[in-house]
């Protein structure tokens, strides 16, 4: 493709790494974390809420997936093209688990603040790479997580739009949606800071939210992988 069509394509499309040298290395760490697994059957992708899985969610990573060869390859700080990246250099070459579970999007929505049918595309390009790569796999791609306190805010609007068109990616048959964004909510819709304190990273507590909401679905989808 040439520069100029690159240039013409939406930033969360066109694969990219993080310029902060912590980054690449958290990469190469977790190709070395995958080769030294004998068998990796479920994977976390995403961004800091998924890494968030080694430190405030340590205890409930081990009770909910210590047994089930779980790898987490979350990354601070990621966008999609940051994803594209990582997938683009070997993050999930070599192996085939029966389910990866996406969660990606709220930094191309508070980062930049992209338009959600840009933040649609990078997901959908994510789920394409994934699908040539990991055939056998089954897909869990999950709504975006709520920020901010009101539902009014802006960026959790954009975060909302993005989730209404995230079911069009998804066929039920090999890609699966969830949203389990009610979870971490009041009724009138507001984000405490009981839930995230700093409304966008969930406080440790709720990884055991997340866990339990998803349980059935990661049951029964490596089941049926």
């Given at each position: 493709m040439k520069n100029v069509e690159l240039r013409s394509l939406p930033l969360s499309v066109v694969p990219a790494k993080q310029e902060a040298a912590w980054w690449l290395l958290r990469h190469k760490q977790k190709l070395a974390?995958?080769?030294?697994?004998?068998?990796?059957?479920?994977?976390?992708?995403?961004?800091?809420?998924?890494?968030?899985?080694?430190?405030?969610?340590?205890?409930?990573?081990?009770?909910?997936?210590?047994?089930?060869?779980?790898?987490?390859?979350?990354?601070?700080?990621?966008?999609?093209?940051?994803?594209l990246w990582r997938l683009a250099h070997g993050a999930v070459d070599g192996i085939a688990p029966k389910l990866l579970v996406l969660l990606i999007g709220t930094n191309n929505t508070g980062h930049r603040q992209d338009d959600a049918e840009e933040t649609l595309l990078g997901i959908q390009q994510i789920i394409s790479l994934l699908?040539?790569?990991?055939?056998?796999?089954?897909?869990?791609?999950?709504?975006?997580?709520?920020?901010?306190?009101?539902?009014?805010?802006?960026?959790?609007?954009?975060?909302?739009?993005?989730?209404?068109?995230?079911?069009?990616?998804?066929?039920?048959?090999?890609?699966?949606?969830?949203?389990?964004?009610?979870?971490?909510?009041?009724?009138?819709?507001?984000?405490?800071?009981?839930?995230?304190?700093?409304?966008?990273h969930l406080n440790a507590g709720q990884y055991k939210v997340w866990a339990e909401a998803m349980r059935p679905y990661i049951i029964k989808l490596m089941i049926e992988s």
């Open positions: 974390e995958k080769a030294a697994m004998k068998c990796v059957d479920l994977v976390f992708l995403g961004d800091s809420l998924t890494q968030a899985w080694e430190t405030n969610g340590r205890d409930y990573w081990d009770k909910y997936y210590g047994s089930l060869n779980a790898l987490n390859l979350g990354c601070n700080g990621d966008c999609t093209e940051h994803v699908l040539e790569k990991l055939p056998t796999s089954n897909i869990l791609l999950l709504s975006i997580f709520p920020r901010s306190a009101k539902s009014t805010q802006r960026l959790r609007v954009i975060n909302d739009a993005v989730n209404s068109l995230i079911p069009s990616l998804c066929d039920q048959q090999k890609i699966y949606h969830l949203d389990i964004n009610h979870h971490f909510l009041a009724s009138n819709g507001l984000l405490t800071k009981e839930i995230m304190s700093d409304f966008l």
